[in-house]
């Protein structure tokens, strides 16, 4: 076992080929890569450090319709931006619970994304804001929604050579609410029971006129219960509407027993939750 | 090996510093700072809490190389150039906040970053800054009061 | 600010502590050392067919591995109670993570890579007893070889260590208009120390030995070290820096022996220190069973009280077999009652052999006791808290036969706890409350010296072997020698941590050394002022009776007064020099009393809380959280209140979500911080209130008594009191988590 080599590129296209390496290993906040490294889960040959790179500069900008967060935006950035607190209040719940400060400070939401935890805070939120990732590697830069970008537990679209470059969410073209939820057993540094995160937007008749769900800590990976969305989309909100949409939600997902929680358990709060998070993403729409 | 250029506490290095090396033991061992402890080694505690370019973060996530060009504070620079202890020291010290101690130059950063950009927290917002700190001894509370203290607001009671 | 007694002067060593600078063993420099990794299993019980070290030892950096036949021949054992524990694993491994072998490197990295090369050549071994009901079958494996337990051990052949009946009364007449018979559950927690432990070795010219250790009670660390290396004590030096948190887990000897052998071996010191996940591995509560019987009349005075008591001890004993017989000695509380029988046992498991933690046994029986008598309650109509002052002892009563009487204003002490929580307030739907009382007793034996020594210019230095992990020791020694011989608190040094420095103090633990160690202060400062009276009368030419030296001041026959700082330096005249004041607690203890003897004092302790329940999801949130406790005096007001709120913290903590989960194979699946939360800054209940009883109705000096460990004694039935008040669901297993209320709950519909 030999000791690690540890380079800085600053141009992506050199991040690239040193990606193409296949004991190379992209390291942005640490925060995961370097948790399993100290237990010894991970030992790249090649660390490529990813902070360096011009392309993915922390930056949060309103480009075309979006509003795109680089890949080395970190969630303390995030969680204060006004662009972001004001369109998409379920990203700062959500960047808010992640870790600590400590962490929020270094953790980067590409890297939280590219991580693929089932139990992670943000993809939820991602997959209910209809987020995009940005990704660039050997072949070119593609653009693919977060529901495909995960693929299954821990898992990713990403090929071996690329990189998360960017994540991009659509701005609501209607009064829009969102909001995250996260159960677990103590108040911070909590990795979820059951976290969940609901979209809405509401037309001129108050109808809803989009609708996005995402659950974590359900499944292998983070998911987007459709059925739920499509008992939203076009009615008038109601809590008796929320409620089938969290029954429905809770009919796809397929929770395990673990060390946090038992599947029977996790099964029964996702319609509570979801029926939750709706409502506040209503009151937040009807404000707006 | 990799050169970095890192300030610590107002003072210039150049080191050589191996790929695999954190910066908790770079400044535990090369520099002898043994504020900064280790304890869990995985983000969960806080008690490696130093402060970079004015934020906290745990220092057993960071490689040294990542440092070049940072600027890193730790708990040994709290104290005044004439040796004196700073506001949040002496707060600490009054407010009896330090028990065995371990967890306390973690707090300190914590609270040091905290106190530099918001002058004037509420006690929610120093419970959020400082959550990432564990401490097994305090009910957690005589030190929170300990940085509203420092800052120059009410704590319990309201006083000051 | 004057640093006396009743006041709350900073603490001693704190500036230290804000600065950073404060070293813990871990922190300290050793020039040449050598570091050491310890070699375990990823199951608990296996038996252990061959060590390869050759890909070890071929490791750059690696200059040993030890083994078994490192060691001397038989495998030496210690423990507190029973020489049980090797050093290195023999033939089986007995829990998840007992040392089989033990790397020897250049650095701390080289023996981590070195020690995932160590080649175990071992066969996992079925039917591993992790539960009390395991450890009850008589057809499971032994988790100790007959062959170690003690000569004519009638259970050797059972994984029962022993068994601690205690009786009075007459519980087969005994009758009740109304009993409850419940079965609670408490599981493995660990002290969670922020330090992890730490051990150095360094061995001296002459063959003897200096270790640096976070041991709690560096005189016992010291009298292992020499029964197992063979050295006279004279020659084995500990040094016993402020640990970082202590909380029991670090009072016993863990890997020093092992340290030392591997220091002697190279002749270069040794070093190592334990990774958070090891000290799971290494420490941990003892986890109970306890079936509780209780017996009351309509208007619920208690009448009986039974208890089924089965401690799941770990591999080893420590002083586990302690805990449990001291502890189940008062599980029926500090109450009245006239029939008890409490059969209490240490049953032997295959898990991290537990040692002392903050309550000594008294947490896991008020769980049970306490939670029987708020559903006798329920069932009779009656206020809990009317219930307990019922039955309550009061001042001076033999509550336990043959035993110190009760030893303080108990009722006052609940009486206050109900007035802070406002009991009896109305209160908002999904809101409850719930109040209940721990008692534990304090030391029953004990030895402390302590050496004061008032200099020239009247500065003082004080010795006392206790151990300052966090209690704030040192502060309270030093308020004792400011308030006896009117030293300013700035001109006190005091040295702990060194038993070539400090006279011989047993140990540091059930909350004694306020008294103890405090009266040994105490005593030393009157062996210093007596002492002054013969010189200072005999620079006057006066008789020793007719001069005063008294708080802090000199009074000679003509009345004037001089404090004694300056009384000393011109009482020394030419020749300089110092007073030597020593001073000692002895007690003595009574070997036919069942627990070695009388408690010296008792902790008595109320907890009080509000919660709110999320019915849907079971979320439980403390909104209000008081904590009472007997204090006697509060020496610094200030380190009171710090520790009993953190205590209630720690208590909150294994109420609300702490637990060791073991899988089927025994190993410990959540090693560290992630998995095994502890509170953080967020969970602190929004309100949290603590307060003292002060009577001065206690053993030591101004009337004081042991604190520290009273602050979770009660907090779990508090709080499951609480949470049925709030929404009905009765929880009789800990931690009382969200999934667990909304089973509850659900199983209610």
Redesign the interface.
């Known amino acids: ?1 030999s ?4 380079e ?1 590129p600053s141009q992506l296209a050199d991040a690239i080929e040193l990606m193409e390496r296949r004991e190379a290993r992209a ?1 942005a906040g ?2 995961d890569l ?2 399993a ?4 889960k991970a030992d790249p040959g090649l ?1 490529v ?1 990813l ?1 360096g790179i011009a392309e993915m500069a922390p930056r949060i900008e309103r480009i075309d319709g979006f509003v795109e967060i680089s890949a080395n935006t970190v969630m ?1 950035d995030i969680e204060r931006d006004p662009h972001v607190q004001a369109l998409f209040p379920a990203l700062v719940e959500a960047a808010q619970v992640v ?5 929020r ?2 953790a980067t939401l590409a890297g939280n994304l590219a991580n693929a935890s089932p139990a992670a805070d943000t993809p939820p939120a991602l997959l209910a804001l209809d987020a995009e990732v940005s990704v660039a590697g050997r072949e070119g830069s593609r653009v693919i929604p977060v529901d495909d970008f995960l693929v299954g537990y821990r898992a990713t679209d990403l090929g071996p050579s690329e990189l998360i470059t960017a994540v991009r969410l659509p701005e609501p073209l209607e009064p829009a609410g969102s909001a995250f939820l996260k ?1 677990g ?7 979820s ?1 059951v976290c969940v995160a609901a979209s809405l937007t509401l037309g001129a008749d108050g109808a809803i006129t989009s609708a996005g769900v995402g659950l974590g800590s359900v499944a292998p990976r983070a998911i987007r219960p459709r059925s739920a969305e499509a008992i939203l989309l076009g009615n008038p909100p109601s809590p008796e509407l929320f409620a089938r949409a969290g029954v429905a939600a809770g009919d796809e997902s397929s929770p395990i027993d673990d ?4 599947a029977e ?1 996790r099964r ?2 996702v319609p ?2 979801v029926r939750r998070a709706l409502g506040k993403a209503l009151e937040r729409a009807l404000a707006s | 090996m ?1 050169h970095i250029d890192v300030q610590v506490n107002g003072e210039d290095w150049g080191l050589d510093v ?3 090396t ?1 910066l908790l033991e770079l400044l535990r061992d090369r520099m002898q700072l043994t504020g900064a402890k280790v304890c869990c ?4 505690c ?1 008690a490696c ?1 130093v402060v970079i370019d004015g ?4 220092s ?4 040294a ?2 440092t ?1 060009g940072a600027k890193i504070t730790t708990v040994e620079a709290l104290s005044r150039s004439d040796g004196n202890l700073d506001g949040l020291q002496t707060a600490f010290l009054e407010k009896a906040a330090a028990q065995c101690g371990f967890c306390i130059p973690g707090q300190l950063m ?1 609270a040091h ?2 106190l530099e950009t918001n002058h004037e927290p509420t006690k929610a917002e120093v419970r ?6 564990l401490c097994r001894c305090a009910g957690y509370e005589q030190i929170v009061e300990a940085v509203l203290a420092a800052a120059g607001l009410p704590g319990k009671g309201g006083e000051s | 600010m004057s640093g006396m007694i009743g006041d709350s002067p900073p603490r001693v060593g704190g500036p230290e502590r804000v600065r950073g600078t404060l070293e813990y063993v871990a922190d300290i420099r050793f020039g040449d050392a050598l570091h050491v990794k310890l070699v375990t299993l990823d199951v608990a019980r296996a038996r252990i067919d061959s060590i390869d070290t050759s890909r070890a030892e071929s490791v750059d950096g690696v200059v040993s591995v030890f083994t078994p036949e490192d060691l001397p021949s038989p495998m030496p054992r210690f423990g507190p109670q029973f020489h049980d524990r090797p050093l290195l694993a023999t033939g089986e491994t007995k829990y998840h993570g007992e040392p089989v072998a033990a790397v020897v490197a250049e650095t701390p990295e080289a023996a981590a ?1 070195a020690a ?1 090369l160590v080649s175990v050549g071992h066969l996992p071994l079925d039917g591993g007893v992790f539960t009390v009901e395991a450890a009850l079958d008589p057809s499971s494996p032994l988790v100790q070889d007959p062959s170690i337990r003690g000569p004519g051990d009638p259970r050797a052949e059972s994984n029962v260590l022993s068994e601690h009946r205690f009786e009075w009364g007459d519980m087969e007449s005994a009758r009740a208009d109304h009993v409850v018979d419940q079965t609670y559950n408490f599981p493995m927690v660990t002290q969670f120390a922020i330090e992890p432990h730490a051990f150095v070795a360094v061995p001296d010219d002459g063959g003897g030995v200096e270790v640096w250790s976070s041991v709690q009670h560096p005189f016992l660390l010291q009298k292992v070290l020499s029964q197992i290396l063979d050295l006279p004590l004279s020659r084995v030096r500990v040094h016993a820096p402020d640990p970082g948190g202590g909380f029991g887990g670090k009072q016993n000897p863990k890997h020093e022996a092992l340290v030392a052998f591997i220091a002697l071996h190279h002749g270069r010191p040794a070093r190592l220190v334990l990774s958070l996940g090891e000290t799971f591995q290494t420490v941990r509560r003892t986890s109970a069973r306890i079936r509780a019987r209780s017996g009351f009349l309509s208007d619920g005075t208690i009448v009986f009280q039974e208890f089924v008591s089965d401690f799941l001890i770990g591999a080893y004993v420590d002083i586990a077999d302690r805990v449990t017989g001291k502890s189940n000695y008062l599980a029926a509380g500090p109450y009245r009652v006239p029939n008890v029988r409490i059969v209490a046992r240490a049953l032997l498991s295959h898990t991290t052999p537990s040692t002392a933690m903050r309550g000594f046994g008294a947490p896991q029986l008020s769980w049970a006791r306490e939670a029987n008598i708020d559903q006798a309650a329920r069932e009779l109509g009656l206020d809990p808290l009317q219930i307990r002052l019922t039955n309550l002892a009061r001042h001076g009563e033999q509550f336990v036969p043959n035993e110190t009487p009760a030893d303080g204003q108990w009722e006052e002490v609940l009486r206050r706890t109900a007035d802070l929580i406002d009991w009896g307030a109305p209160l908002p739907e999904g809101r409850g409350r719930g109040l209940a009382v721990g008692l534990k007793s304090g030391p029953t034996t004990g030895l402390s010296y302590a050496t004061v020594r008032l200099l020239a210019d009247g500065s003082s230095l004080i010795f006392a072997g206790t151990s300052d992990m966090g209690q704030g020791a040192r502060t309270i020694f030093a308020q004792i020698v400011a308030e006896e011989l009117g030293v300013t608190h700035d001109r006190i040094t005091v040295v702990m941590g060194d038993t070539t420095r400090v006279p011989y103090d047993q140990q540091t633990s059930a909350s004694r050394s306020s008294v103890l160690m405090g009266t040994a202060v105490y005593n030393a400062c009157q062996d210093i002022r007596s002492r002054l009276a013969v010189l200072v009368a005999g620079k006057h030419g006066a008789d020793p009776e007719s001069v005063t030296v008294e708080k802090g001041t000199v009074t000679l026959p003509d009345g004037t007064t001089t404090p004694i700082p300056e009384a000393i330096g011109v009482t020394l005249g030419r020749l300089g020099g110092e007073i030597i004041g020593n001073g000692e607690m002895r007690v003595e203890g009574d070997p036919d009393h069942p627990l070695g003897g009388r408690a010296v004092f008792f902790e008595l302790h109320c907890a009080a809380c509000e919660v709110e329940i999320d019915t ?2 079971g ?1 439980i949130e403390v909104t209000r959280y008081v904590t009472v406790g007997d204090v006697g005096k509060a020496l610094n007001p200030l380190q009171v209140a710090g520790q009993d709120e953190g205590a209630a913290i720690m208590g909150l903590g294994h109420t ?2 702490e637990r060791m ?1 073991l899988d089927g194979s025994g190993r410990i ?2 090693m560290g911080a ?2 095994y ?1 502890i ?5 602190v209940p929004e309100v949290m209130i603590s307060d003292s009883i002060e009577n001065a109705d206690g053993p030591g000096p101004y009337g004081i008594k042991g604190v520290s460990e009273g602050g979770l004694l009660a907090t779990s039935p508090a709080v499951a009191a609480a949470v049925t008040s709030a929404s009905g669901a009765v929880i009789r297993d800990l931690p009382i ?3 667990r209320i ?2 509850a709950l659900q199983s209610r519909l």
């Open positions: 076992m000791a690690p080599t540890y800085r390291l640490g925060t370097a948790v490294m100290r237990h010894g660390i450090d902070k303390t870790g600590s400060v400590q962490i400070n270094r159960l057993v103590r108040k911070a540094m909590e990795i029971i060390l946090r929680a038992g358990y029964a709060m509570v939750l | 990799t191996e790929a695999g954190y080694l995985e983000g969960e806080g809490t934020k906290s973060v745990n057993c996530l960071i490689l190389a990542e070049d914590a970053a905290l959020e800054a400082l959550a990432g700190n | 890579r995932a849907e999801t979320e609300l979500m989960i699946l959540n992630v998995d939360r509170l953080t800054h967020m969970d988590t969200p999934e909304w089973r």
